[in-house]
């Protein structure tokens, strides 16, 4: 944003979404004690995507006035190639079982909320951290 905010207040304007997580909203809740180990330093993540939102929201604020509109988004896990190598079938079986819609996100999901926030039709969103989780989250 260092160099976007400059150029978006010239041109009169812009949108920037910031890429967060539900991790920036909840805590880290490791299910059993493989994932523990496989995710130990989940807490430093979750530090920086809180951090990410609160710079999202602070920013917001001070720029809404030059028409700059920052929001940020807050997937789930998602479906992404990383992710499939990274997780066994079952793992993500697991993953999927935790959601209400019983599946993970795609990245597809995540591109068409990014496109709406930077669309006009998202004039009047501004430091909003858009939930992307299939309903995980309102579970907790």
């Known amino acids: 944003m260092k160099y ?22 909840i805590a880290a809740n490791l299910i059993n004690e493989q994932e523990s180990k496989a995710q130990h330093n989940i807490h430093f993540y979750c530090t920086s995507k809180h951090a990410v ?14 028409g700059i509109r920052i929001n940020a988004v807050c997937p789930g896990t998602i ?5 499939m190598e990274a997780l066994s079938e079952q793992t993500i079986k697991n993953y999927g079982n935790q959601y209400p819609i019983k599946r993970l996100g ?3 999901e ?4 990014v496109l709406w926030l930077c669309s006009d039709s ?14 995980l989250t309102i579970q907790h």
């Open 53 to 66: 939102l609160g710079l999202t929201k602070s920013l917001a604020v001070q720029y809404a006035k030059d």
């Open 106 to 108: 795609t990245p597809e």
């Open 122 to 135: 998202a004039n009047f969103v501004i430091g909003h951290s858009l939930v992307l989780d299939g309903g």
């Open 79 to 83: 479906m992404t190639p990383m992710v």
């Open 110 to 113: 995540i591109a068409q909320a």
């Open 4 to 25: 976007q905010i400059p150029e978006m207040r010239k041109n009169g304007g812009g949108a920037i979404v910031n890429n967060a997580s539900i991790r920036g909203l």
